[in-house]
């Protein structure tokens, strides 16, 4: 029987398991995330006004954990080296399976 320790503010939990470990879970809504990337996708061409700017994606902190810990066993995302963070991001970004994290079109 799991034994809930603690809550974090950002809803991360911790529980405390028979065999002495201890399970972290974290758990993230991203519809409000899904939708707004949605309407801005359809909204321009994601260029600032002045067009030196372009967003690309909006992408919920937990996936970029566990895209993270699928790269190196580490949940760090920020701990990764920046070209393998772009590599990341592009590969997974440009497919199909992750198109809803897209703000606009093209191809990174």
Do not use: C, H
């Not at 006004?49 to 994606?57: G, T």
């Amino acid at each position: 029987m799991s034994i809930l320790r603690s809550v974090d503010p950002d809803g991360t939990k911790y529980f405390f398991e028979d065999d002495g470990t201890l399970t972290v879970k974290n758990s993230q809504d991203v519809e409000p995330i899904l939708k707004k990337n949605k309407r801005m996708y359809n909204d321009g061409d994601g260029y600032s006004a002045s067009k030196d700017l372009k967003r690309v994606a909006s992408i919920p902190t937990l996936i970029l954990t566990l895209w993270a810990k699928e790269y190196n066993g580490s949940n760090n995302w920020f701990g990764l080296p920046a070209d393998e963070r772009k590599k990341i991001l592009k590969r997974k970004l440009n497919s199909n399976e992750f198109r809803y994290f897209r703000t606009a079109s093209g191809n990174l």
